[in-house]
């Protein structure tokens, strides 16, 4: 034996180097291009720009520059604005609970030196001189004094050049550009009034110039929202809510165009969506989305901001009353446009007459505010959402709202061993009833079935789209006129990035340049007429599912086509497509539940028919 092989290990906790701790800190801010932009862009606007240009090279991989005209640093602080918690923002903790400006931890600069080669470019209004700096790995590699325009110029290089690991882990250069994109949008629709442009590989792909909030809307979601915007406009003293909501027309199949800002920060928030979907109850079909830009804004201390730095989420202070005027603001503004028909209560005079409202909240006037008047008409029989004094009760409805129904059991059996062969169908004379356009009754030997249609449909196509592939495409029904069309930017850069499984499943689309698309034929489900309507309607279900990372995006799409042509309910069938569809599906691997776990049919057996009865 060697004894050198034998180390002495005695202590063993080391120092990390300031590069790798930086680094490991950095991931935690800078997790792919598109944040940087976030974080670069908030920058541009906290520095009181107006006009921000991005500027970006390969979906942000080899570059992102943001050109400001904003009040630039002085010498000093460019150099201190790269080192970790350097902010100009914030001077005392109290300070952290009246963020006014989009920034305030100090670490974005530092995120983004240790992670990437950085060039800074800025001067003051007062300077003749301005400031130039290269960083790279977070060490400064030239400071210079160097002529400049004012306001700061950021370049961000080569992201993760020193981390390969994390290079490789960033997705195609479609999906990257869509998450810049995403972020441009909601800075540039927060700010309306600064002027804001967007270039890709020196294409420029948005100029945004200043202008109303609305105007800004309708440069950013289209045109199609002119004329179909309703303004929202409550002021209190507790919290200011205003913004537009789409007429109900504008309603999409998936949650598409559903911006909510507080304090002009960008939020993701299913609670207060949920206000939003309510006060449009009954106006929209179901199963169908409301649009909408929604600013929220209060007293900073009413919220808390400081949670992880990339997360779209904020406390509120009380949920329940921003809850309460989300939903009663918007259902005002729909009534004055006429789109709601009558309104069950005057918003304004009420809600200012509130303790909560302009008091001091304690918990004192949290319990008054729950016994007012106002807070009693909003659990009135036309509101949706029920303020009750149970604390866990209120969420029970919310909760309702997004859980998918579990398989159902009956005979104590569980459903995935319920699979029945069809044979044992066809060997009773099977009789086939449609009942309400929506069930098929059947029975079998062993007693009887009730099959839900839409669902049965979308399994046996499920099936069906699932066995095609690259090499054994499914059949696909010609266009006698191809059908050219044009897409929203992300819609397009999203369908680009879609292109290939698109095709797997029996679309022939081709790129046509500026966003715009031609179809020469479809899978032989969806019928002519339908083939525009149908793509688009695949693309906003796709979005739907986007951030589940479960699925590939062929298993999405395959899901997603499967749903949208599955025959619906409340659609008359013959015998003939009744009997068709169940020889279908019971021809399928998993006849008895859809792709998402909902049954497909329920089986009624004679013994269990017989116990109900007594007769067991
Ligand atoms: P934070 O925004 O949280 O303060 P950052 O790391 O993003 O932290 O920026 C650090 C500081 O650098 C800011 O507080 C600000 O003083 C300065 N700074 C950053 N970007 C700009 C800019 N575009 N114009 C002027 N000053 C800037
Ligand atoms: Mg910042």
């Known amino acids: 034996m060697n004894p050198f092989n034998k180390i002495v290990v005695t202590d063993i906790i080391e120092l990390l180097p300031d590069s790798i701790a930086n680094q490991i800190a950095a991931g935690e801010v ?129 992201l993760f050049f020193n981390v390969p690991a994390r290079r490789n882990f960033l997705k195609s250069n479609a999906s990257e550009m869509k998450h810049i994109i995403d972020e ?125 730095p990339t997360k779209q989420e904020i406390k509120f202070e ?15 503004a729909l009534a004055q446009f006429s789109i709601a028909p009558s309104l069950d209560f005057t918003l304004n005079a009420d809600i200012q007459n509130l303790d909560a409202v302009h008091k001091p909240f304690t918990t004192e006037h949290k319990q008054q505010a729950t016994a007012s008047n106002l807070f009693k008409t909003f659990t009135g029989k036309h509101q949706a959402h029920k303020i009750e004094p149970n604390e866990k009760s209120e969420l029970k409805h919310w909760k309702d709202f997004f859980t998918t129904r579990p398989i159902v059991e009956i005979n104590n059996e569980p459903e995935v061993e319920q699979k029945i062969q069809y044979n044992q169908l066809q060997n009773v004379e099977s009789l086939f009833i449609q009942l309400h356009k929506t069930y098929i009754l059947t029975t079998n030997q062993a007693g009887f079935l009730l099959v839900h249609q839409q669902h049965a449909h979308e399994r046996v196509l499920y099936e069906k789209y699932s066995a095609y592939s690259h090499n054994k495409q499914i059949a696909t029904q010609k266009n006698l006129f191809p059908i050219t069309f044009e897409l929203a930017t992300p819609d397009a850069i999203l369908l680009e990035d879609l292109m290939p499984e698109i095709i797997t499943i029996g679309y022939q689309i081709e790129p046509f340049g500026n966003n715009t698309f031609i179809i020469q034929g479809t899978p032989a489900d969806v019928g002519t007429g339908n083939e525009k309507h149908s793509l688009e309607l695949l693309l906003e279900q796709f979005k739907h599912f986007s951030s589940d990372i479960k699925y590939s995006k062929r298993e999405k799409l395959v899901r997603c086509i499967s749903r949208q042509q599955a025959i619906k309910a409340g659609t008359t069938l013959s015998i003939t497509e009744m009997q068709n569809l169940l020889e279908s599906l019971f021809q399928c691997t998993t006849p008895n539940v859809t792709p998402t776990g909902n049954p497909t049919y329920i089986e009624f057996k004679e013994d269990y028919l017989d116990r109900m009865f007594g007769k067991m």
């Open 184 to 308: 441009f949008i909601r800075v540039a629709m927060s700010f309306p009034e600064i002027v804001f442009t967007l270039s890709s590989n020196g294409q420029q792909i948005y100029y945004l110039e200043a202008g109303s909030l609305k105007q800004r809307i309708i440069q950013i979601l289209g045109n199609n929202y002119n004329a179909k915007l309703v303004s929202v406009n409550e002021q209190t003293d507790y919290l200011n809510i205003y913004g537009f909501v789409g007429k109900p027309e504008t309603a999409k199949k998936t949650r598409g165009d559903q911006y909510f800002f507080v304090n002009n920060r960008f939020i993701k928030s299913a609670y207060l969506n949920h206000a939003v979907n309510t006060a449009f109850e009954n106006m929209l079909a179901k199963d169908s989305f409301p649009s909408y830009v929604l600013f929220i804004d209060l007293d900073p201390s009413q919220i808390d901001i400081n949670v992880h």
């Open 318 to 332: 009380d949920e329940k009353i921003v809850y309460a005027f989300v939903q009663a603001a918007i259902k005002h």
């Open 30 to 158: 800078i997790q792919r291009p598109a944040s940087a932009v976030k974080e670069l862009l908030e920058n541009a606007v906290d520095a009181g720009a107006t006009e921000i240009k991005l500027l970006i090279v390969d979906a942000g991989k080899s570059l992102v520059s943001v050109i400001d005209n904003g009040k630039g640093m002085s010498e000093t602080d460019a150099r201190m604005a790269f080192e970790r918690h350097a902010t100009s923002k914030i001077k005392k903790i109290d300070d952290l609970f009246s963020i006014k400006t989009m920034g305030f931890r100090g670490e974005a600069l530092a995120s983004i030196a240790a992670v990437a080669q950085v060039e800074l470019k800025t001067k003051r209004e007062k300077d003749e001189l301005g400031t130039c700096i290269e960083i790279e790995n977070s060490v400064v590699k030239n400071q210079e004094p160097c002529a400049t325009s004012i306001g700061t110029t950021i370049s961000m290089k080569n």
